[in-house]
């Protein structure tokens, strides 16, 4: 017997059998058959082992196709804590039916010091012979993602040679348009292109030359909120949709200024240089790295397919190439200290006017006590310098120690907050399942458009000039559009089943954490107040008169907070103003005192 066996059959920790199977497609060993098969493997190769030492991880009704199965999950927990030993399949497919996934998953594994061994493939790391298995199915995995890879960029190459836009959401300043030229055999073909938008290209143009002369995210989103200036979907513009616009290369006209710096990143360019005439935009291919269920990510910009593209530029290349460079300058020098690094509620608190968060803000002066004074202003007065909201500031000191004064009141009488969460806790059990099954879905479809996506992309480079072509592009945005979708909603549903969900660990957990907290809090550091104030409080509302704390959980919590200064100039004086009334709110208001 090998020495890794021979230390498996001494580790104290336990085996975990991992059961799944599709109650949807009927398909597959049964749950209890897949059990019983590998419970026999264990006891034949590891004979004194028993039943207790061995666990069951069961999901039913789960596809394979990625990782988001609760037992699945509650398994990988398991071993973080480093309770399992190794763990026992009936077959690969049954923990992963995506080999290249499963080798990233091995190596969790392996960090853990964990044996994997499927039964029916007789893949057991424990043996030399197993492991070369596993390794000789990874490197074939990996194999089979780079062909597809040099696939897809081969076809992106094609494309990049003809500029055209291939689909998808278009960038503030441009719609897709479709034309249609001779390539010179005679035959007609359509390809679709950017069109400039009049009123969008402006605006365009305007952020560009607002930063060229501020230097300054801030200040250019300042004048935007100040103005009304808003986004295409009516949104207001923030300092990231403003850095995505000037990062856009789209915009860059293509001359001489584009041409030497392209050239000088070493950047692969489909054009000739006399094609770099100033007057068509630039087009950039591979420029975003697309996952299911997950934001899309910019490549580095060594990784880009260049090409000139069939619209307008907008931009000269040495304007854009100097927004990237003060860009880059600004992100050098960008770390600021914290405005106050001993505010309680920042993230936590927000205005009850325009529902924007309130941060907090060093003021020069201290208090009786010696402590300098720091107010929660609201982001969006800040920003908009008191255009877009006028909100009083208000007193942070006196604010933050009089939160942590009334939840010490709670934990001494903190059976109503207690009940509150177990009704909230049996809420979200009750609706957890459902909301698991739609999670599971949705992904699944992310994945399967993503796939159908890159096939479409393969495809469209063979079908140039033929009647399949508009058919595929809009077979494309049609599948984009429905991504989009999933994506909101799977973030609503995550957001959902997150909000005051609690194992039966960390309910006990809070439990014990609320009825100590008035004996520990005055010993806590700042980050450990922030954290336990995170626990209980859901979300703070300051109103400019009233402050308003909801808790997680909790519908009729009534609690007086008093003398707390609110100001609406932007250094509140040293004393709290007693007439300033506060709650702690669950649902309906309920006024202290």
């Known amino acids: 017997m090998e020495d890794l066996q021979v230390r ?31 419970k026999e493997y264990i006891k034949y190769h590891y004979p004194d082992t028993k039943d207790e030492d061995i666990l069951e991880f069961l999901d039913e009704g789960y596809s394979g196709g990625n990782t ?142 607002l930063f060229l002369e501020m230097d300054s995210l801030t200040k250019v989103e300042t004048y935007l909120l100040q103005h009304h200036i808003t986004t295409k979907n009516d949104k207001d513009y923030t300092r990231f949709s403003i850095k995505n616009i000037l990062q856009n290369p789209v915009y860059m006209r293509a001359d001489a200024d584009a041409w030497d710096y392209f050239e000088e990143l070493g950047i692969e360019l489909y054009a000739e240089q006399a094609d770099f005439n100033g007057k068509n935009g630039v087009i950039a291919y591979n420029k975003t790295n697309q996952k299911a269920s997950k934001a899309h990510e910019i490549r580095d910009v060594e990784e880009w397919i260049i090409a000139v593209g069939k619209h307008h530029g907008l931009i000269s290349g040495a304007d854009w190439i100097k927004t990237q460079q003060l860009l880059a300058n600004n992100a050098s020098k960008s770390y600021r200290k914290p405005r106050s690094n001993v505010a309680l509620l920042s993230g936590l608190l927000f205005c009850g006017k325009c ?15 010696g402590e300098r004074i720091y107010t929660y202003m609201c982001e969006t007065k800040e920003k908009s310098r008191r255009k877009n909201c006028d909100m009083k500031t208000i007193n942070g000191n006196t604010l933050d120690k009089a939160i942590i004064e009334e939840i010490k009141k709670l934990s001494a009488n903190s059976s109503d907050f207690i009940q509150g969460l177990e009704r909230t806790k049996l ?68 957001s959902l089943s997150k909000k005051d969900a609690y194992s039966d660990e960390e309910f006990d957990m809070l439990r014990q954490m609320l009825q100590s907290f008035g004996d520990t809090v005055d010993n806590m550091s700042v980050e450990q107040k922030r954290a336990a104030l995170r626990v209980f409080i859901e979300r703070v509302e300051w109103d400019g008169q009233d402050m308003h704390v909801y808790l997680f959980g909790s519908r ?28 702690v709110e669950g649902g309906e208001p309920l006024r202290g005192g």
């Open 68 to 209: 988001n199965r609760p037992h699945f999950r509650e398994l990988m927990n398991s071993i973080k804590k480093n309770e399992i030993k190794a763990v026992v399949v009936y077959r690969l497919d049954r923990i992963s039916r995506n080999v290249a996934d499963f080798a990233k998953m091995y190596q969790e594994f392996a960090l853990m010091n964990v044996a994997f061994i499927s039964t029916s493939e007789r893949y057991d790391t424990s043996t030399s012979m197993g492991r070369a298995m596993l390794n000789i199915a990874t490197v074939f995995a990996q194999l089979e993602r780079e062909t597809t890879a040099e696939r897809i960029r081969d076809n992106m190459h094609e494309l990049a040679k003809t500029g055209r836009w291939l689909g998808g959401t278009t960038p503030t300043g441009y719609k897709s348009q479709e034309v249609t030229y001779d390539k010179g055999d005679g035959k007609t073909r359509k390809l679709h292109k950017l069109a400039t938008v009049p009123e969008e290209a402006e605006l365009v143009r305007m952020i560009f030359r």
């Open 355 to 369: 529902g924007g968060f309130m941060r907090p803000k060093l003021t020069s002066r201290k208090n009786a006590a």
């Open 427 to 494: 809420e979200i059990q009750t609706h957890g399942q459902e909301i698991d099954r739609q999670l599971e879905g949705l992904r699944k479809t992310l994945g399967d458009n993503q796939k159908e996506i890159t096939s479409l992309v393969n495809v469209m480079a063979r079908s140039e000039g033929t009647a399949a072509y508009d058919h595929i592009l809009n077979q494309i945005n049609e599948l984009d559009a429905k991504s989009k979708k999933a994506e909101q909603r799977i973030e609503e549903l995550v």
């Open 8 to 38: 498996l059959i001494n580790d104290p920790r336990k085996f975990a059998v991992y059961t799944r199977k599709s109650k949807f497609t009927g398909k597959g060993e049964s749950i209890d058959n897949q059990f019983e098969t590998c």
């Open 556 to 583: 009729e919590v009534e609690v007086d907070l008093s003398g707390v200064k609110g100001d609406k100039d932007e250094e509140p004086s040293d004393t709290a103003d007693s007439s300033d009334s506060m709650w």
